[in-house]
Antibody
């Protein structure tokens, strides 16, 4: 049974850096790509980016300049950093497993991130 | 960027009725179209992939159809647990979602 458990700071001030980590339990970590998706009332579901086991990344062009994703194979974990946050980055952030090239079949529980001065 | 447009925004039906949800792409997506269900306080759940294939553990009352740029999610007979928000999703240059259809109890 595959489970994703995520954590990170929930309240940030403008210009700070968002940092989230997702741990994967069960299944093969190295076989899949691992993604971050966020959800807000204004933008709906928005794909942020993905990282594979070797550390290769792809990002949504709208966030590429501010986003970094890393993978820690020894812990079956991957992480997201998003710099220079603004109120527009306020959202529920999910980690998820990418499956069959474009699907997201296992999700973390979500982490609410609020950016406010 | 391919834009996915879902309709209606809200669908009000009663348990036992048939639900038909639409997703239209701004251009052909070659059947790489998925549907997700999201309940309050939960992450989205994969229902349908490649337009018409049910994901593991999804009941047979859920079915997907369509091709090219027009797709439909059908729930043949609504159960109380089916009232939720439904999203379609596609792989383009990156991954995009529709804005969702809220299926509510009438």
């Amino acid at each position: 049974q595959v489970q994703l458990q995520q954590w990170g700071a929930g309240l940030l001030k403008p210009s700070e850096t968002l940092s989230l980590t997702c741990a994967v339990y069960g299944g093969s970590f190295s076989y899949y790509s691992w993604t971050w998706i966020r959800q807000s009332p204004e933008k709906g579901l928005e794909w942020i980016g993905e990282v594979n086991h070797s550390g290769s990344t792809n990002f949504n062009p709208s966030l590429k300049s501010r986003a970094t994703m890393l993978v820690d194979m020894s812990k079956n974990q991957f992480s997201l950093k998003l710099t220079s946050v603004t109120a527009a980055d306020t959202a529920m952030y999910y980690c998820a497993r990418k499956y069959r090239g474009y699907l997201f079949d296992h999700w973390g529980q979500g982490a609410q991130v609020t950016v406010s001065s | 960027e391919i834009v996915l447009t879902q309709s209606p925004a809200t669908l009000s039906l009663s348990p036992g009725e048939r639900a038909t949800l639409s997703c239209r792409a701004s251009q052909s997506v070659n059947n790489y179209l998925a549907w997700y269900q999201q309940k309050p306080g939960q992450a989205p759940r994969l229902l349908i992939y490649d337009a018409s294939n049910r994901a593991t553990g999804i009941p047979a009352r859920f079915s997907g159809s369509g091709s090219g740029a027009d797709f439909t999610l059908t729930i043949s007979s609504l159960e109380p647990e089916d009232f939720a928000v439904y999203y379609c999703q596609h792989q383009g240059n990156w991954y995009t979602f529709g804005q969702g259809t809220k299926l509510e109890i009438k």
